[in-house]
């Protein structure tokens, strides 16, 4: 193991400090409160394998929606709920109105529901990007800047830290992640984290770790977070060394694999232990995961649809069977969970490459979906103002 990533200081978020640089991704439909709590007990026992005790890693919740938050829908407000175990408490927020985020801003301070706010400008899901959110909104460098602020600003009297998640660009000929990263840590975020691709890459090809290094040498006064291809605490520690980043983010990596943050606090604690579950304690994880999400829902059916999802990232590499994956995946309460799992071969060990590398779809390249003459342009005409004024209707709160 290099001495450079074993020797990593802990990771300061505003006046938060993480003893294990990482941070579990934001991802819609997943990290709920439940699978929140799974990584972070996971987290805490890889700290204290390498002799160190604390706030092991930053959790963030699903990304909420600005508008939807301050509307109080009841799913948003749902979403936005912590254990007591979790602190800090850490939400991602969705904008395109300044003055709407800063209105959601001011909620979660005013009610102390957060001890952390990050704000999305990484999404590159069509229904975000097609209204100038998520990943497209960085190119309009005045929107970009003023919902920073307004959040920053929101959030100064309780010294809740404000981060930004953003991408490389638009596409290879639209890059916005230098700009971005400056503008933020002039408003006054408390770090940039940088999804490693395009929008228009999506999750396909490799991340492009070099962007990183270059986000990293032009923001020099706040922690540079990297993101992109972390399928192991190995690729973490790689990551570390080839930019220079202060920390990770990890998102599909930790996909039915929540037992990924012990490999993680353990490895930059300086240690070599790695988890290698067998299948009897991958589905011991798994009906664990079950009965958080039924409590987490409050309703068995729902819950038990919740982690249909998940079954095949569980199982992946295991001898499991077409039929009986089929099975699990239409699984409606737990007690058919159980039925299905006693039928298993749960001696199995931990199958290696066969369940190591990536989770998740990659999907494939694409055009983004933008507004009308976007790129045009990086200030916006009033035809942009009225279309992005509309923008957070049209996405869930989830």
Not at 61 to 79: G, Q
Not at 258 to 264: E, S
Not at 344 to 353: K, N, Y
Request: glycine fraction near 10%; aromatic fraction near 6%; include cysteine.
């Amino acid at each position: 193991m290099s001495t450079l990533t074993s020797l990593l200081p802990p990771l300061q978020i505003g006046r938060h400090t993480i003893d294990s640089p990482v941070v579990l991704a934001p991802m819609a439909g997943i990290t709920n409160r439940a699978f929140r709590q799974l990584c972070r007990e996971y987290g805490e026992e890889g700290l204290a394998a390498g002799g160190a005790t604390g706030a092991t890693s930053l959790y963030v919740s699903e990304m909420i929606t600005s508008r939807a938050l301050v509307e109080r829908t009841p799913v948003t407000m749902k979403l936005i709920e912590h254990g007591p175990e979790e602190l800090p408490r850490s939400i991602q927020l969705y904008g395109v109105d300044p003055a709407t985020v800063g209105a959601a801003v001011r909620l979660l301070r005013d009610e102390d529901r957060a001890d952390h706010v990050d704000l999305n400008f990484g999404c590159p899901v069509p229904k975000v990007t097609r209204k100038g959110g998520g990943a497209a909104l960085p190119w309009k460098t005045e929107l970009f800047r003023g919902i920073v602020r307004a959040a920053v600003r929101e959030a100064a009297p309780a010294q809740i830290p404000v981060t930004v998640k953003m991408r490389v660009g638009v596409d290879a000929e639209h890059e916005t992640f230098l700009d971005a990263g400056r503008i933020a840590e002039e408003e006054g975020a408390a770090a940039v984290a940088l999804h490693a691709r395009t929008a228009s890459q999506a999750y396909s090809g490799q991340a492009d770790w070099s962007r990183i290094t270059e986000l990293k040498q032009a923001v020099t006064t706040i922690p540079v977070l990297g993101n992109g291809d972390i399928w192991s605490a190995e690729d973490a520690l790689r990551m570390v060394e080839q930019t220079g980043c202060d920390g990770v983010v990890v998102g599909r990596g930790c996909l039915g694999r929540p037992w990924l943050f012990a490999d993680l606090a353990a490895a930059f604690a300086g240690s070599q232990v790695r988890v290698e579950p067998t299948l009897a304690e991958v589905c011991r994880v798994l009906r664990r995961h079950a009965e958080l999400l039924v409590e987490f829902h409050r309703d068995e059916a729902k819950g038990c649809r919740d982690i249909r999802k998940h079954i095949s990232w569980y199982t992946k590499g295991f001898r499991v069977g077409g039929q009986l994956r089929r099975q699990l995946a239409l699984v409606n309460t737990l007690a058919d969970l159980d039925s299905l799992i006693d039928t298993l071969d749960l001696d199995q060990p931990w199958p290696g490459e066969a369940a190591d590398g990536q989770r998740g779809r990659a999907g494939s390249a694409r055009v983004v979906a933008l507004p009308d003459r976007w790129l045009d342009s990086r200030e916006l005409n009033e035809q942009q103002r009225t279309a992005i004024a509309q923008a957070e209707l049209d996405v869930s709160g989830g």
